[in-house]
């Protein structure tokens, strides 16, 4: 089993929609959790922290679960600019913050 | 305030020849990691300096991966000789406390090594 599983798609969505993304990790006691963005042939930038009450910022909500080792990413309202491989990425460490990536989600937003 | 810079952006070499990659963290950031994503694979980490001190070297393939940090500024990657797998995209990142689990950590553009 991947440390980190996410299904790759693509998502192919129109402008507007709403598109959510999920993540499973294996390491139950992994310690924290994010979502990074990646566009085509740049470095990833960190997207949101996932915390355990869930978070919101603007368009975008992150949740986790524990309990199911799950972690989620809601888009609202979808823009082209949204377009980006979505990377669910994992600290699986207690002491320095080590990271642990998924291979990524590809999100196409079309007019 | 610069970010984290990465040299060379390109790099093609043959298969048993040396290349040196450099890594440059922001300015402060005692903490700087290494990671790589071969083709149709996710980013995977190699290692972790704190300061100049080596705190986690799990991730490097093998010994023909050497990486230093020395004055605890900047970094190189070196691999000797090259191998055809080596090829890939190695990203630098760098960060301020590691006490926080969640402290953010910063990516550098990435160096694209082909072995040929």
């Known amino acids: 089993r991947k440390e980190v599983e996410q299904d790759p798609g693509p998502f192919n969505v129109p402008e507007g929609a709403t598109v959510a993304f999920n993540c499973t990790y294996s390491?139950?006691?992994?310690?924290?959790f994010f979502w990074y963005r990646q566009d085509c042939r740049k470095e990833p930038k960190l997207l949101m922290s996932?915390?355990?009450s869930g978070n919101e910022d603007g368009r975008f909500t992150a949740q986790l679960n524990r309990a199911s080792q799950y972690i989620s990413l809601l888009i609202r309202d979808s823009k082209l600019s949204d377009s980006a491989t979505y990377l669910c990425?994992?600290?699986?460490?207690?002491?320095?913050?080590?990271?642990?990536f998924g291979k990524g989600t590809m999100l196409l937003v079309s007019p | 305030e610069a970010g984290v810079t990465q040299f060379p952006s390109h790099s093609v070499i043959e298969k048993g020849q040396t290349v040196t990659l450099r890594c440059d963290p922001i300015?402060?950031?005692?903490?700087l990691y290494w990671y790589r994503r071969v083709m149709g694979k996710e980013i995977k980490f190699l290692l972790h300096?704190?300061?100049?001190?080596?705190?986690?070297e799990s991730g490097m393939p093998n010994n023909r991966f050497l990486a230093e940090r020395t004055g605890g500024t900047y970094s190189t990657l070196k691999v000797q000789p090259a191998e055809l797998e080596d090829s890939g995209v190695y990203f630098c990142?760098?960060?301020?406390?590691?006490?926080?689990?969640?402290?953010?950590?910063?990516f550098g553009p990435g160096t694209r090594l082909t072995v040929l």
């Open positions: 390491n139950s006691a992994s310690q924290s």
């Open positions: 996932v915390y355990s």
């Open positions: 990142a760098s960060s301020q406390d590691p006490g926080d689990s969640y402290n953010e950590q910063f």
């Open positions: 990425v994992v600290n699986m460490n207690s002491g320095y913050s080590t990271l642990t």
């Open positions: 300015s402060g950031h005692d903490n």
């Open positions: 300096f704190v300061k100049e001190s080596k705190q986690d």
